[in-house]
């Protein structure tokens, strides 16, 4: 194998197995764009887990300080609600993001089998 300055490379030896078939599948923008790293999913599911992870702090805050004061209770309590409601939002956001990325996933495999 000669290089650019015409000296002979060192010849890496490349062994390759012979397959029967390639499928090829075609995709559009916005399918690439839902199957790529673009899609916020993954960060649905972390900032749900930020979320129950806060909001637990507080609820076991709560279950074992006595808090005297009514207005550190309920900044507490209101941190838990929001912590937890957030948490179960975005799990959910998370849940059906997941379900479209396989579901366009499938729609892409099924076009090849219709060929």
Not at 89 to 113: D, P
Request: net charge positive; glycine share 8%; charged share 20%.
């Amino acid at each position: 194998m000669a290089s650019r300055d015409g000296k002979r490379g060192s010849g890496v030896r490349v062994r390759r197995g012979k397959v029967k078939s390639i499928d090829l599948y075609e995709v559009t923008d916005a399918e690439l764009e839902q199957l790529g790293g673009a899609s916020p999913s993954s960060v649905y599911l972390n900032f749900a887990i930020l979320f129950a992870s806060v909001a637990t702090s507080f609820l076991i805050a709560l279950l074992t300080v006595h808090i005297g004061s009514s207005r550190v209770f309920t900044i507490f309590v209101v941190i838990l609600i929001v912590g937890y409601a957030a948490s179960v939002i975005l799990f959910v956001l998370w849940l059906l993001n997941g379900r479209s990325v396989a579901e366009t996933a499938k729609k892409i495999k099924v076009r090849i089998q219709s060929t």
